[in-house]
């Protein structure tokens, strides 16, 4: 317990600072399209790995802590505070809104520098951010697992996801399911009895990664081999058994989608890594994200993915075996393989959409990709954002057509995007396809660096990733 009271310890530290604009106007060295427009970068924030916003507040998840920031005027971004402490990975932070909290997500491996897996949980920290000058913990809820936490129920329920304590080879990565908590009460959440998504690989619990919530409140698990969406409210009818459920954050109904055959550890040393399910689409279509890094194969490494999921509606991917397996349909992928602006090749990472079929799509060092998917089975890129030294982990639309890129080496880039019309491919006399030896160098293992730097202090250089 002695290491736990020092994260709680680090977790009390608050260094409240004020306004000075960490901004600059010049664009990178790099490949950046018509139509986009570099606005800001924000280099204390290097070793970000994933933002979120509440109004024109941003809250900015790094290696060495939280740090929120007023982006009320998006080309000149203020910083407000910081609740310093080691993290590891808090890959999709969330936030509620209303009641002004934030949820991180701290993997086992995430709790002492050097990192080691001598603790056996991850955690769920909640943090009161009504005043953003002045984040402070609610709780800390001690889980089998961690790596992301999202809300869902509007955030009456987080669902947790990632590797357990012992999970250092990706080969052993299998059986870990969601875990959820009832966050009635902040301060002091309740674990739900059961886990969740506990049989989505043919019916094997292998590693969930992430979840995501479609307007429609159903909750989307991406893991390895599957994306599978659940009801968390209302009464409906459970696609596997076919009878009447009500559902809830911690019994939650099964309503469709299953297998991949991309996204697999074993076969392909990745998973299905996020995914969505646009309105604008018609419902049938789910877009997800493989994971793959550590392959200098442009044909191996991780894809953007669009499914048919029609015929999935009928529970078969809850009921998928080896032997009798179920897959969805796959309509098309997307990679940076001589793609316009594209330096080499390099695996497909977090997304968001604009809710009218663009997407801001992370490829790490291939930087940021806006993709047309209005037309599922032709994905188009459109435009884009390379920096040279780009690694980039999460791009995030924001009204206006601003985007901010959280990019682990630079900090955070800030994008105005307007008129995109670049076509999908380069004519063939500029298509380039070189392997992305640094992403080989790592691999799919999310491992933390040997040693976390001290709270606060900018992170040089590129580090394995997740």
Known sequence: MGRLRTVLAAAAI?????????HAATPPAGDISQGVTFLANIPELRSAISINFIGSTMFASTVTGIFSYDVSDPAAPQLLGTLPQYIWENEDVDVDAKRHLLFLSRDPRGFTSPATTAFPYGAVQVIDVRDPRLMK??????????????CVDSCRYTWTAGPAAAATDPSDWGGRPIWALDMTDPAHPKTCPHPIDADENDGATDYTHD????????????????????????????????????????????????????????????????????????????????????????????????????????????????????RMTLLSTWTTEKAVGSSACDSAHYFTDNGKGLLAAAFYSQGTRFLDVRDPRHIRQVGFYRPTDADTWASYWRPGGYVFVADFT?????????????SVTAPASQRRNQPNTASAAFGWVCQVPKALPQPGTPVAGRLPRS
């Not at 608050?14 to 960490?22: A, D, E, K, Q, R």
């Not at 630079?410 to 670049?422: K, M, P, S, W």
Request: hydrophobic fraction near 35%; include cysteine; glycine fraction near 16%.
């Open 410 to 422: 630079r900090g955070v880039d800030i994008l105005r995007v307007g008129a995109l019309r670049n």
């Open 137 to 150: 913990q609610l709780s800390m809820t001690l889980l089998p697992s961690g790596h992301t936490t999202s």
């Open 14 to 22: 608050v260094l409240p600072l004020s306004g000075v604009p960490s």
């Open 211 to 326: 979840v995501q919530v479609d307007n429609h409140g159903i909750a989307w698990i991406s893991g390895s081999g599957a994306v599978r969406g659940y009801w968390v409210t209302g009464t409906h009818k459970n696609a596997k058994t076919g009878r009447l459920q009500k559902a809830t954050g911690c019994d939650p109904v099964p309503y469709a989608g299953g297998g991949t055959d991309l996204g697999q550890l074993k076969t392909r040393g990745g998973v299905m890594h996020n995914s969505l399910r646009p309105a604008y689409l018609g419902g049938n279509v789910v877009l997800a994200t493989e994971e793959v890094t550590g392959t200098s194969d442009c044909k191996a490494t991780g894809h953007l993915a669009a499914y048919d999921i029609s015929n999935s509606y009928g529970g078969a991917g809850f009921r998928s075996t080896p032997a009798h397996k179920f």
